[in-house]
């Protein structure tokens, strides 16, 4: 082989690891703050006994008003427990991993498939869910909307919930639902926040179109869902 076909080709595969090895911050919109009622989790999941009760972080996803979400984007980079020990009380409490008693795995899942992608390190990154998560509050937010129906054993209207919640507070929050095992009716699932990518805690607002379709506001199916204990 020439010395210009060895050169060419080292350039190539140089280029192809650098692809694959170093960190890709493909551009994205906004965050999603996403938070799940554990007690719907665990209807459907092995949950560790005295698994957390409440409406807690399942995670924080880069995402685009496409509905496109960047995911894995830096397979080299993982995750290190020791860049986020300092956040380590606050992370077990609020965002906990429901299926093993250390959560460490399940935060390494997040950073791999979501972190990465965030252009922020791995510090930044779980610190900024949490200071979000602080200042949205949501079980706290939830339970200052006077409806009666927004609590656990009680049946309510999603949509409603929806409203209610930016009739409140300004910003729209996105709402799921699961079917129970026998289809017959949804269970309050996950609500879901957009942030910002220069949200910042000092100014505490979210992102002024929290949800930037109304059909995607609610996606739960049935008129009526039940929030489980």
């Given at each position: 082989m020439s010395s210009s076909k060895t050169s060419l080709s080292f350039f190539?595969?140089?280029?192809?690891l650098s692809t694959l090895c170093f960190e890709i911050e493909p551009a994205f919109d906004y965050y999603i703050l996403a938070t799940h009622w554990t007690p719907t989790f665990c209807r459907f999941n092995p949950c560790i006994p005295n698994?957390?009760?409440?409406?807690l972080i399942h995670g924080l996803w880069p995402s685009n008003i496409t509905g496109y979400q960047?995911?894995?984007?830096?397979?080299?980079?993982?995750?290190?427990?020791?860049?986020?020990?300092?956040?380590?009380?606050?992370?077990s409490n609020q965002w906990p991993d429901l299926l093993r008693s250390s959560?460490?795995?399940?935060w390494a899942d997040q950073w791999d498939k979501h972190g990465t992608c965030s252009g922020l390190s791995q510090f930044d990154y779980f610190d900024k869910a949490l200071k979000v998560f602080e200042s949205i509050s949501p079980m706290?937010?939830?339970?200052?909307?006077?409806?009666?129906?927004?609590?656990?054993?009680?049946?309510?209207?999603?949509?409603?919930?929806v409203n209610d919640w930016?009739?409140?507070y300004g910003y729209f929050p996105k709402i799921t639902c699961s079917f129970d095992h026998r289809g017959r009716y949804e269970l309050f699932f996950e609500l879901h926040y957009n942030v910002s990518v220069a949200w910042n805690p000092t100014d505490g607002k979210l992102q002024p179109q929290s949800i930037i379709n109304v059909r995607d506001r609610n996606s739960c199916w049935r008129n009526t869902v039940y929030f489980p204990n």
């Open positions: 190539l595969v140089f280029t192809l698994a957390s009760i409440g409406l960047p995911q894995y984007c830096n397979r080299a980079d993982k995750f290190d427990y020791q860049n986020v020990v300092s956040l380590e009380p606050k992370l959560s460490q795995q399940f706290t937010g939830l339970y200052r909307i006077p409806t009666p129906a927004y609590r656990p054993g009680n049946w309510f209207i999603p949509i409603n919930l930016e009739h409140q």
